[in-house]
């Protein structure tokens, strides 16, 4: 099934479920009209941060809501920052991204303050009275998927694998620990590095783990961009049997699948994530919903199934 036919599955999925290759639209942009007024704060420009935006952005569209959408760059300041923003300019709810988990609580002592709505996305805290609601991906179970992928193709034999991990925020940790804790005994991770969720730091981490452990067969890597940086730098070794498992299901990583530079994906749609966000915190806020919490589900995917994996990011708009 080409790209195009994926992309028709995913207009398909629901109301509103309508993020690598978006064009990131300016802070502060309104981008609709309408009643309701939601108040997007992002956490930084990554490709993953500019297709989520864009999910949010036209979703809320579609449904006839306003946005005003916020940067926080990564900084636990400035996304408090924007919450206090987004309470003066008087949205009716606020939809965040969170820089970490280690901000929410003074994220939604702000919001609970100000009586404004607050809906997360990605991460939620241990007691979720205090929001409207939240939009989750269950990230321990994205690395458990990778992780079952390395175990049966191991099929029992002693094995060999490294990590390499995003920024050290609390999803990242999440995705890794699902990965590492859920691996068979006879799988050994043998050294970890920090890729940033930059292509160029995780080429020069996978060097420096090939250079460690030239014996390893396989390689977690915790987004589709580190993980092209990680096979340069493999292949670069003469390690081009290492197996690559990683997470996004975006295009290009899908690609990558069919000509054997990955083993494995997990697919974390970012277009369903985003477009979830806005429908599910309107669904709140018209008290048409019950449920808080949205999940979001992952998927494996291989050179085998990888025509049927769900849209990651609507590049066409």
């Not at 994205?142 to 193709?153: E, F, M, P, S, Y």
């Not at 694998?161 to 006879?186: E, H, P, Q, R």
């Amino acid at each position: 099934m080409p790209i195009s036919s994926r992309r028709l599955l995913a207009s398909g999925v629901g109301l509103g479920l309508l993020a690598t290759g978006c064009t990131l639209l300016p802070s502060d942009s309104t981008n609709s009209t309408g009643p309701v007024v939601l108040g997007f704060i992002n956490g930084g420009t990554t490709s993953f941060h500019t297709c989520l935006q864009t999910a949010v952005t036209e979703t809320a569209s579609n449904n006839l809501a306003k946005v005003l959408t916020a940067d926080s760059h990564g900084s636990k300041s400035a996304e408090l920052r924007n919450v206090q923003n987004m309470i003066a300019r008087k949205v009716d709810a606020i939809v965040l991204l969170s820089v970490d988990a280690s901000a929410l609580d003074a994220d939604i002592a702000a919001a609970r303050k100000a009586k404004t709505p607050i809906t997360l996305i990605a991460l939620m805290p241990s007691d979720d009275s205090e929001i409207l609601g939240a939009v989750i991906s269950d990230l321990p179970g994205i690395g458990k998927l990778d992780a079952q992928w390395v175990d049966a193709d191991a099929a029992g034999k002693p094995a060999e694998a490294v990590v390499i991990s995003g920024d050290g925020s609390t999803s990242s940790n999440l995705m890794v620990g699902g990965f590492t804790k859920n691996l068979a005994g006879n799988v050994r991770v043998v050294g970890e590095q920090r890729g940033m969720f930059d292509r160029a730091t995780a080429k020069a981490a996978a060097a420096r783990l090939i250079e460690a452990h030239p014996d390893i067969q396989y390689a977690f890597v915790a987004n589709e961009d580190m993980a092209f940086g990680a096979r340069a730098a493999f292949d670069a070794a003469g390690a081009h049997s290492v197996k690559i498992v990683t997470v996004n299901g975006t295009d290009q990583g899908l690609a990558a699948l069919k000509d054997g530079k990955f083993a494995a994906t997990v697919s974390n749609s970012v277009q369903d994530l985003g477009a979830l966000a806005v429908t599910h915190t309107l669904s709140l806020l018209r008290k048409e919903e019950k449920d808080k919490i949205a999940r979001i589900d992952a998927r494996l995917v291989t050179k085998a199934n990888a025509d049927t994996a769900p849209l990651y990011c609507d590049t066409n708009g």
